[in-house]
């Protein structure tokens, strides 16, 4: 795989766009984009499971993955992609824990179990952490400290190499207001604290953190700059190649 560059700018299509030709034209227009500008800067793009061969096959820039794992081990499971399977067809990197897959039923148990898997077999994982809710009450704080160490209970200290935290708070994602970037940085600050005692200074350094939730191509920027971020999780403006050009240049 080719070396991410940071900032790094992942997208993430959740189930669009409608069909595969239209995914593909996406990607070569965004290309188009990137080398009419002599941008050389690469982008990974989580993308439905299978859209991941074609997409591997024709882009020059992008890294494509996969926005969940559904099985573990290879077998009797009927519907599942495993590790193997999903990294045989190009991706190079997976989403584990987003909050709309925990709506469904996933559990820091079975993240847990997915991504000491994904990790042990080199393969790049994001795992996504975040509180539901900032109330009073709520020491959002020690839910993300929790979330972390359960998740990463079992996977050994080097193969922290091949993890990436993305923080999005649940209140964020698909709406109209994004975290503020001192709320993120606070975050940003405890979640490198977490990883430091669960894996030590030399190993937490490793991990980037990107930031996920609302992210714009008018805001995108302000994140990189302000709240002490390694990249960031876009959503719904990774669906329109326009914005997601911008947020690419604007993040250079
Ligand atoms: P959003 O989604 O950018 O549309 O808020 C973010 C995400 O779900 O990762």
Redesign the pocket.
Known sequence: MSKISKPIIVG?W?ATPKDLKTAISFVKDLEKKLSKNKIKKNYLLAVPDVYINSLFNISKFGIIGAENLTGNEEGQTTGLNTPSIISSVGAKFIILG???VRKRGETNQSIKEKLTNTLSKNIKTIL?VGEEKREVNVNYLKFVEDELKECLEVSKKEDFKNLII?Y?PVW????ISPATTNECFEMVISIRRTLVELIGMDNAKKVSILY????TKENAHSFIEEAGVDGL?????SQNVDDFYSIIKSCL
Do not use: Y
């Open positions: 993430n959740k987003h909050s709309e996504c993305a999005e964020a994602i698909g709406g996920g939730g609302t992210v999780l876009i959503g719904r403006a």
